[in-house]
């Protein structure tokens, strides 16, 4: 089962991930791009060395590239190994999905090639995880398209925890290695690209044959491309599209011409495009196709100037990003959501319920923080299921809330939080309610039958919690056999009869492995109120569960 902090580990990766990425498409060079996709190994996948090996058009791959050692850099930096001993060390080593990995125990019997490496001094492993000095792991990087040609190959050394990479590590590393080989592709389509512009500068004789080189480096470019007017009534038109702009948005050349790229773009992106400038702008958008579904795609722009009349026309870069943005999403979603039950995490249950409160208090007076009347236990008796309340329950559920964050100024457009003030009497007030809930009974579930049987009780009762709310309300696990849920719009009664309602969902018998188990619940409603910190309304509602868990107690215990 996931721990709470990895989470957050897993975020800090990402977004060191992130930034790496963004920093391979700001190289000038290619060059410099490979010297960045060294140093991004090194900055910001926790190893200590990275060494990129760029296949030659001999077919033998060249260090091109060294982070992480001056020393080691000096070494081996421009040293040529054949392209048969390359090939020996990929099909020998270990398959990690895309990654090869040759373990020290078979490595030995490549120490006479001619592959450029470094040696590394270390004692052996003491468990078998452990990162050995001559382990060997390496990322092929691929060319995009269906030939799979290789560019090149990614070498990394000495993890800064001493250990071999797990999977979240393994798919960082496969998922950079992917992206360094798209930059190092346009890298070199770039420095084409320039080089056809120049000669077009030239007298006549070498501009007719710049202009056909530049033709086939645009007409035939793996990623899409267009050219556009610049400036006055048609500004934006599209004038020419190559075949992989045209494939990509399912268009054909002829009906391109009749769009601009504002035509095109999400709705929700043109304040993207709008702001991206013309003279090396860049942007992530999504562009529609003809089937009206979108793709993620990276723009960059460039002015390509006439020498008599200033700038003529914009040349755009398209670069298909989709298959990124998903891999963004995915991992989002995994650090932001519990890995058992799906539903939102501590941290992002925090997250939403802090985008609902400022520091100002809503009402009149400085905040006294958390009071008697802050919480509210709903009586235990469960209550009829037909009721005129103003809950609305739905059987779908898309664990989020159904506002916009505040945005601006500390309070520019905010709507404040405001809580019921009236106790157990409902004063007609309606506020977010943040219901707590602990499982009673889960305990010995666990201790009888065994985690597998409790982890199947959680995903359950995270299925009915969810079936019993409205589409817009938050139910998050907040860890162990614990659940917050956030119900916004609800006065106090509506919250008590909430939290009934759920209690009773929860009762019935759960079947696993032919077995029925049963849990109890136990519920504290606190209210989200502006002038509040998050961890002050969780402890609130956390409070109002304890007393109402030892008052159902007591009463068991009179009664017994």
């Known amino acids: 089962m996931e721990t709470e902090s990895e989470p957050y580990v897993r975020l800090s990766t990402l977004r060191q991930l992130h930034q790496v990425v963004a920093d391979l498409n700001t190289a000038r060079s290619l060059a410099d791009t490979l010297q960045t996709v060294a140093d991004g ?81 270390g004692p052996a ?7 050995h000095p001559h382990d060997r792991l390496y990322a092929p990087m691929y060319a ?32 950079y290695a992917s992206q360094s080989a798209i930059a190092i592709s346009n890298a070199r389509l770039r420095s084409n690209m320039q080089r056809a512009l120049i000669r077009l500068e030239r007298e006549q004789q070498a501009l007719r044959a710049s202009e056909e080189s530049f033709r086939q480096a645009f007409e035939y470019a793996p990623s899409g491309m267009a050219i556009a007017e610049l400036g006055g009534d048609q500004h934006g038109r599209l004038l020419r599209t190559n075949d ?19 035509d095109l773009v999400h709705p929700e992106d043109i304040g993207t495009l709008l702001r991206t400038s013309a003279e090396g702008g860049r942007a992530e958008l999504r562009l529609g196709r003809r ?26 870069h398209v670069e ?23 539903l939102p995490n501590s941290a992002e249950l925090r997250s939403r319920l802090s985008a609902r409160l400022c520091e100002r208090p809503a009402h009149t007076g400085a905040y006294q923080g958390p009071g008697p009347d802050a919480g509210f236990a709903y009586d235990p008796d469960p209550l009829p299921a037909a009721h005129d309340g103003g809950y609305e329950y739905g059987h779908e559920h898309e664990h989020g809330f159904g506002f916009e964050p505040a945005g601006g100024g500390a309070y520019d457009h905010h709507v404040h939080t405001v809580a019921p003030t009236g ?24 201790d009888r039958f065994g985690h597998h049987t409790g982890d199947a009780v959680l995903i359950e009762v995270a299925r009915r919690l969810t079936t019993g709310v409205r589409d817009g309300d938050t139910v998050a696990r907040l860890g162990g056999d614990e659940f917050v849920v956030l119900a916004d719009g609800l006065g106090a009664a509506d919250a008590a009869d909430l939290a009934v309602r759920l209690r009773n969902a929860i009762i019935p018998p759960i079947r696993v ?27 609130s509602a956390d409070q109002r569960m304890y007393v109402e868990k030892r008052s159902r107690a007591k009463v068991q215990r009179r009664a017994g």
């Not at 099909?91 to 125990?105: C, E, K, N, V, Y």
């Not at 070498?155 to 590590?169: A, E, K, L, M, Q």
């Not at 492995?513 to 136990?522: E, P, Q, T």
Request: aromatic share 8%; with cysteine; charged share 25%.
């Open 423 to 446: 106790g157990d009497t409902d004063d007609g007030t309606k506020g977010l309610a943040v219901l707590f809930c602990d499982l009673d009974g889960f305990k010995s579930i666990n």
């Open 41 to 121: 190994v090194v900055a910001g996948l926790n190893y200590q060395l990275a060494c990129v090996n760029l296949v030659r058009p001999d077919g033998d791959l060249v260090v091109a590239a060294f982070a992480g050692d001056p020393a080691a850099e000096a070494l081996i930096t421009g040293r040529v190994g054949s392209r048969d001993a390359w090939e020996r060390r990929l099909t020998m080593a270990l398959h990690w999905g895309d990654l090869r990995f040759i373990p020290h125990t078979e490595g030995w019997v490549l120490m006479d090639d001619d592959v450029p490496q470094w040696h590394t001094d």
């Open 244 to 262: 992989a702009l045209c494939r990509l948005l399912g268009r054909p050349a002829s009906v391109m011409r009749r769009y601009s790229f504002a």
């Open 320 to 342: 298909d990003i989709e298959e990124r943005k998903r891999h963004e999403l995915q991992l989002a979603h995994r650090a932001s959501h519990d890995a058992l039950t799906g």
């Open 144 to 175: 995009s398209g269906t030939g799979r040609e290789l560019l090149g190959v990614i070498s990394v050394d000495r993890p800064r925890n001493g250990r071999h990479p797990g999977p979240w590590g393994q798919e960082a590393l496969q998922m």
């Open 291 to 316: 089937d009206g579904t979108y793709v993620w795609v990276s723009l960059r722009n460039s002015v390509v100037a006439d020498t008599a009349d200033g700038p003529r026309f914009l040349l755009t």
């Open 125 to 131: 492993p003491r468990f078998e995880d452990e990162w």
């Open 513 to 539: 492995d032919g077995r029925a188990v049963r849990v109890g619940a136990s519920f504290g409603i606190g209210w989200a109120e502006c002038g509040m910190t998050v961890e002050e309304v969780l402890n």
